[in-house]
């Protein structure tokens, strides 16, 4: 069984806008929660964002992003735009993991799959 885990993230947060682009030893958190659920090793892990800086930050930072509209009222509906443009067929279940977890255990992560 194939799992994708999808982190949906925007700027434009009402209690701390800017905060995935926030720095925790020179890395952004969105790039923290990526690299966490890529050490998870449960599958493929994409960045789903409505701002190009996060998707820039993330790929910078080696990981995988796509870009989603402005305007979703949940970042499930993020997830699902991305899925449509992924175009991925074989994927079995999908992760929605928050964005602003930066040290988030990644044997929780493990244990949902």
Not at 74 to 79: A, M, P
């Amino acid at each position: 069984m194939k799992t994708l885990t999808i982190i949906p993230s925007r700027l434009s947060a009402t209690r701390l806008p800017g905060k995935p682009l926030l720095k925790i030893n020179d890395l952004s958190i969105i790039s923290h929660v990526f690299r966490r659920a890529q050490e998870a090793n449960i599958g493929d892990v994409v960045v789903a964002a409505e701002d190009q800086e996060i998707v820039d930050d993330v790929i910078k930072n080696g990981g995988r992003a796509i870009l989603t509209g402005k305007n979703h009222k949940t970042g499930t509906d993020r997830i699902y735009e991305a899925l449509q443009k992924l175009e991925l067929k074989d994927v079995d279940f999908i992760m929605n993991l928050q964005g602003d977890e930066p040290a988030i255990n990644i044997e929780d992560i493990i244990s949902l799959k």
